[in-house]
């Protein structure tokens, strides 16, 4: 069983930082790509940025050169770096870790952690 706990989510003003950390707990053979999502109220949710196993990252338009997506692979946790923070940026974000067994993959999910950017 693997287990994924989020923190890192808060109220900050336009402009400001916060930083997101989502660690994988449990028994599994490894962790295959870590990304991260929102979904703001009414709104479909969207990928916001993405690593692989390697490394190498990708992010949506909307989001390059404010926020930075890191991994431990060590500890099994993925950290999304927000900064020049706005109010478009609120929603609740999740992360979503691929776990790869020796029987195949699959997905898990976090509960979500809020993010509140006032004006």
């Known amino acids: 069983q693997v287990r994924l706990a989020e923190s890192g989510g808060g109220l900050v003003q336009s402009g400001g930082s916060l930083r997101l950390t989502c660690a994988a707990s449990g028994n599994f053979l490894r962790i295959n790509d870590m990304t991260w999502y929102r979904q703001a109220p009414g709104r479909q949710r969207e990928l916001v940025a993405l690593?692989?196993?390697?490394?190498?990252?990708r992010y949506a338009d909307s989001v390059k050169g404010r926020f930075t997506i890191s991994r431990d692979n060590a500890n099994n946790t993925v950290y999304l770096q927000m900064t020049s923070l706005r109010p478009e940026d609120t929603a609740v974000y999740s992360c979503e870790v691929q776990i790869q067994e020796s029987y195949g993959a699959f997905s898990s999910w976090g509960q979500g952690t809020p993010v509140t950017v006032s004006s």
């Open positions: 690593i692989t196993s390697f490394g190498n990252t």
